[in-house]
Structures are given as C-alpha cells and as structure tokens.
C-alpha cells in the first residue's frame, strides 16, 4: 500500500488552477466550477481559541500530560487504558469541555461557504463541537472523532443525562452508569483509540472523492482513517493546505496550494482574494462578540511574536555555523585539502565526516530566508522548501483509529491496558 509521497516540481504547472496560489483557488472559486468543496480540519483552526492542539511540540496537549502519570501521551484517548484509569482523561475533559470556548474566523469561513451553498461536507477530527457553535449546518459536519455532546456508559452502552455530565466533568470526576446497578463507566461519545469511528464517517466518506475542491486546516495528519480522505479526491482537484507545516501528501499534487501559517490568517487571505473578507469578519465578530474577537486577535499577536523569536534563534544559530564554516574554511585553505576529492574524505574516527557542507551558498541562502521570513503572513510557499511530516504505510484499522505515532508497534484495536 505504499504511497509515493514526494513533493511536486516546481517547474511542473498545475492542471486546473492557473498557478498555486490563493488568488488563483479564489479565482477557481469564483468562475463557478466549483460546486463542492470537501473541508478537513484538525486541532490547529480551535488554537485561536485557547483550546491546545495535540502535537505541537511545547504547546500541544501530548506534551504537556507529564503531571498525568501516563505511559505514553496517546494512552489519554485509550480505551483500554480508561477502563483501567479513567481519572486522566476526567482530567484533560474539564480543561476541553465545551461551553467554555468559541469559533475561530477558520470555523465561521466554514459557515460562510455553506451559506453560499458551496460546502459539500466538513470532516472533522475535533471534539469541541466549535463547528456546530459556528452556525455550520449539523447536515454538513462529520465529526469523525465524536464530539462531547453525548455521552454513554460503555458497558451497556445507555446514554448517561447531559445536565449530570457537566457536574461530573466540572468537578473532575469519573461519572458511573445509573442503570439498574450497572455501574460501567460513562465516556463522552468521543472516538478512543482502539474505537471504530462513527457510522457516517464511512456512510459519506465518499463524499471527498466528489469534491472539487478539498481544504485542508490545522491538522498533522497522523490519525487514521481520517488522514487517508485527502487522497480520495480525483488528482486534478486543488486541494489547499491551511497549516504552520506541511504535512501527509499536500504539496505532493500539481494543483495543491500550501498555505503554510496560521490558519486564520490564510483564511482571511482566502476570503480578501474572494472579496468575501468584510462579510467574514462581521460574521464572526457578531457570533463571538467584540471581547473574545479581541482575546482571539490579541492571542494571535503573541504567537506571532513566539515565532518572531524563534526565527530570530535560528537565524542566530545559522549565524554561528557560519561563523564556524568561515573558519574551518580558512583552516582548510591552510592545510590545502581538497575536500571535493573522495580520496581526501575523513575517515570519520570521531571527526566530521557531513558530505554537505552547512557553510557557504547553502548556508547563507537558509540565512537569509530566515531573515527574510514574514511570519506574520501566511506564507505560500514552493513545495520544495517544506518540511514532511514522513507518511507512513498505514493499516487501514478496519475503520478504528490508529495514530501514525503508533503504526508500528500498536496494531488497530490492540488497546493497550498499562495503568
Ligand atoms: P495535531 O495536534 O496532531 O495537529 C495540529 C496541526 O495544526 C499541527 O500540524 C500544527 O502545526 C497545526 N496548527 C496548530 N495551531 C495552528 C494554527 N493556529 N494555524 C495553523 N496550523 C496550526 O491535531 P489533529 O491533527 O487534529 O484524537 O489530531 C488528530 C487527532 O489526534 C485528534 O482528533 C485526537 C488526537 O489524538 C482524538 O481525540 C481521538
């Protein structure tokens, strides 16, 4: 089942947009071929609103568990592992419970392209059922994952009241089914590791190979079968990628469009090229309320700035490579070594054995692409310059979740029980 994973050529035109730009899947948009867009999205469009994604390295949930006592992160959303110790993942539930949260502009773009009739369906990944919040006709959302707006006790399965389940989660405790002595313990519908992912994922999931145009937001594409709907659309349809990385096989395609940054600020790109951008904004300000819009904007600045400082660490430790390079270049000249010739190759006993050499053109060039980053714009880049997120062959999980993460060592449905 392998798949070839490489990126597309930079001289390789694209075969329906007329270049890989948001302008041009604007103006795709508005000549009025496109009549279904299939949306995916992840954890990466609800950060703007406080709730953390999984796998940002500092700031996403797996990395931040280590007070949980848990043998691995992912054993959160275990089921074998909740039926040992449920106490975690109460945990985690009070701190994403929805209620306390609310949609990004990336959720309300959703709306706005249902509302002009163009949203065929939205899958998503998340739980905090933001989707819904955002006025998104319920018809048009698949939440693949679940969500938290039912619950049920997982032994005999009898859905557990509403009204008890926020007492319970807001006071951190594990709620037990109340029918006949049952006792089992009661799970919001969310999909766990180790769980078959709800019917309608499957019953429409063949709604993604009709798309004509697929966007793809927030989301690393490590969790199957979620992460395989973006290679079910035919190979000409666009598919636009709204991410800070690239990730699966989005970028790999003549008509996909990296729009690598913060998802909002790509959609509000998306919505200046469409025109659309006044109405966006107004529609999500009336939703949230000019408070939270604030909050969210404010939230956005500072990660803004996170990154500025960031690049500005990189661009220093280029610097001091450099600054290295330059030197060893000069102790070269010195002792005449002609680095080029195989001959003359370290034999590597603890030395420097890197056949690309980190100083000079190449350095220099990463210098100044560091510097001349604007990270407060999406950046829509060329393919070749991203990073991959490696895709792997995966199991197909006869329909159960399995994360990339685990692909090798657990198999699908093998839940792990270590308390
Ligand atoms: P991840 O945390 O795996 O990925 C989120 C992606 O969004 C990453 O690529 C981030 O770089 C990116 N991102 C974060 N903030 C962003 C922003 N403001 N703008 C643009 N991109 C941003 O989350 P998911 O892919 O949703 O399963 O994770 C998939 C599943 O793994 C989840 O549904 C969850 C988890 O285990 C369950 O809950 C069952």
Same mark, same amino acid.
């Given at each position: 089942?392998?798949?070839?994973?490489?990126?597309?050529?930079?001289?390789?035109?694209?075969?329906?947009?007329?270049?890989?730009?948001?302008?041009?899947?604007?103006?795709?948009?508005?000549?009025? @071929?496109?009549? @279904?867009?299939?949306?995916?999205?992840?954890?990466?469009?609800?950060?703007?609103?406080?709730?953390?994604?999984?796998?940002?390295?500092?700031?996403?949930?797996?990395?931040?568990?280590?007070?949980?006592?848990?043998?691995?992160?992912?054993a959160v959303f275990d089921l074998g592992f909740f039926k040992v110790n449920p106490r975690p993942f109460?945990?985690?539930?009070?701190?994403?419970?929805?209620?306390?949260?609310?949609?990004?502009?990336?959720?309300?773009?959703?709306?706005?392209?249902?509302?002009?009739?163009?949203?065929?369906?939205?899958?998503?990944?998340?739980?905090?059922?933001?989707?819904?919040?955002?006025?998104?006709?319920?018809?048009?959302?698949?939440?693949?994952?679940?969500?938290?707006?039912?619950?049920?006790?997982i032994?005999?399965?009898?859905?557990?009241?509403?009204?008890?389940? @926020?007492?319970?989660?807001?006071?951190?405790?594990?709620?037990?089914?109340?029918?006949?002595?049952?006792?089992?313990l009661?799970k919001?519908?969310?999909?766990f590791?180790g769980?078959?992912?709800?019917?309608?994922?499957?019953?429409?999931?063949?709604?993604?190979?009709?798309?004509?145009?697929?966007?793809?937001?927030?989301?690393?594409?490590?969790?199957?079968?979620?992460?395989?709907?973006?290679?079910?659309?035919?190979?000409?349809?666009?598919?636009?990628?709204?991410?800070?990385?690239?990730?699966?096989?989005?970028?790999?395609?003549?008509?996909?469009?990296?729009?690598?940054?913060?998802?909002?600020?790509?959609?509000? @790109?998306?919505?200046?090229?469409?025109?659309?951008?006044?109405?966006?904004?107004?529609?999500?300000?009336?939703?949230?309320?000019?408070?939270?819009?604030?909050?969210?904007?404010?939230?956005?600045?500072?990660?803004?700035?996170?990154?500025?400082?960031?690049?500005?660490?990189?661009?220093?430790?280029?610097?001091?490579?450099?600054?290295?390079?330059?030197?060893?270049?000069?102790?070269?000249?010195?002792?005449?070594?002609?680095?080029?010739?195989?001959?003359?190759?370290?034999?590597?006993?603890?030395?420097?054995?890197?056949?690309?050499?980190?100083?000079?053109?190449?350095?220099?060039?990463?210098?100044?692409?560091?510097?001349?980053?604007?990270?407060?714009?999406?950046?829509?880049?060329?393919?070749?310059?991203?990073?991959?997120?490696?895709?792997?062959?995966?199991?197909?999980?006869?329909?159960?979740?399995?994360?990339?993460?685990?692909?090798?060592?657990?198999?699908?449905?093998?839940t792990?029980s270590?308390?």
């Amino acid at each position: 089942m392998g798949q070839d994973h490489s990126v597309i050529d930079e001289d390789t035109p694209p075969k329906t947009l007329s270049s890989r730009s948001l302008a041009s899947v604007a103006e795709y948009i508005l000549s009025g @071929r496109v009549k @279904r867009i299939v949306v995916m999205t992840g954890a990466g469009i609800s950060t703007a609103a406080g709730i953390p994604d999984f796998r940002s390295p500092d700031t996403g949930l797996y990395a931040n568990l280590a007070s949980l006592d848990l043998p691995e992160p992912e054993a959160v959303f275990d089921l074998g592992f909740f039926k040992v110790n449920p106490r975690p993942f109460y945990v985690l539930a009070k701190e994403l419970y929805p209620g306390n949260y609310h949609p990004t502009v990336s959720h309300v773009f959703v709306r706005l392209l249902a509302e002009k009739g163009l949203l065929h369906q939205l899958f998503t990944q998340n739980i905090d059922c933001l989707e819904r919040e955002a006025g998104i006709p319920a018809e048009k959302i698949i939440e693949a994952h679940g969500s938290f707006a039912s619950q049920r006790c997982i032994e005999c399965k009898t859905e557990f009241d509403a009204g008890k389940m @926020r007492e319970f989660v807001s006071r951190g405790e594990v709620p037990r089914c109340e029918e006949g002595g049952c006792k089992g313990l009661v799970k919001p519908d969310i999909v766990f590791f180790g769980e078959q992912l709800p019917k309608a994922f499957f019953d429409r999931k063949d709604m993604a190979e009709e798309a004509d145009l697929v966007l793809v937001m927030g989301t690393s594409l490590q969790v199957h079968p979620f992460a395989g709907l973006v290679d079910l659309a035919a190979e000409r349809v666009p598919r636009v990628l709204f991410n800070l990385e690239r990730v699966g096989s989005m970028g790999c395609q003549a008509d996909d469009v990296l729009a690598l940054g913060d998802c909002d600020e790509g959609v509000r @790109r998306l919505a200046d090229e469409l025109g659309w951008r006044e109405e966006l904004e107004e529609k999500w300000r009336g939703l949230v309320g000019e408070e939270e819009a604030e909050r969210q904007l404010q939230g956005a600045k500072k990660r803004v700035e996170a990154l500025h400082d960031e690049v500005a660490k990189l661009a220093e430790e280029v610097d001091e490579v450099l600054h290295l390079g330059e030197k060893k270049e000069k102790e070269k000249e010195g002792s005449h070594v002609d680095a080029l010739n195989p001959e003359n190759k370290p034999d590597g006993e603890g030395k420097v054995v890197n056949e690309v050499d980190p100083v000079g053109e190449d350095a220099a060039a990463i210098k100044s692409s560091v510097k001349n980053t604007d990270i407060t714009k999406t950046v829509e880049v060329s393919v070749e310059t991203t990073n991959a997120l490696k895709p792997v062959d995966m199991p197909d999980g006869g329909g159960r979740i399995v994360s990339e993460q685990k692909a090798g060592g657990q198999q699908p449905g093998d839940t792990k029980s270590s308390a």
